[in-house]
């Protein structure tokens, strides 16, 4: 079981970015998939989240700029972040849900490096 991400980058303040988590070794179609973010000396937060189904929800703060997508034939989730501010600065992770019928616990990916300067 592997998650990869990437798409990460240094931007500056209003520009856009798009992060990648490819998969492998488990259901994708089956998962529910998140992307978290974690700034130095803060816990992980959820950032987005995607059902299996399509069904999206978002920290309030991105609502609206950033958009969480999946491609279940390259089983792949995808985070589109536009109008990006200097406090979405962080490390972003990708999450797949434990599940009965593809996973038995949470996975992460490694996780990419975001960086908006004002």
């Known amino acids: 079981v592997q998650l990869q991400a990437s798409g990460g980058g240094s931007v500056q303040a209003g520009e856009s970015l798009r992060l990648y988590c490819s998969t492998s070794?488990?259901?994708?179609?089956?998962?529910?998939m998140a992307w978290y973010r974690q700034r130095p000396g803060n816990e992980r937060t959820l950032v987005a989240r995607?059902?299996?189904?399509?069904?999206?929800r978002y920290l309030s703060s991105v609502k609206g700029r950033f958009t969480i997508s999946r491609d279940n034939v390259v089983s792949t989730v995808y985070l589109q972040m536009n109008d990006l501010k200097p406090e979405d600065t962080a490390v972003y992770y990708c999450?797949?849900?434990?599940?009965?019928?593809?996973?038995?616990?949470?996975?992460w990916g490694q996780g990419t490096q975001v960086t908006v300067s004002s």
């Open positions: 999450n797949a849900e434990p599940n009965p019928f593809a996973l038995s616990q949470s996975i």
């Open positions: 070794g488990f259901s994708f179609r089956h998962t529910n």
């Open positions: 995607i059902t299996n189904i399509g069904d999206t």
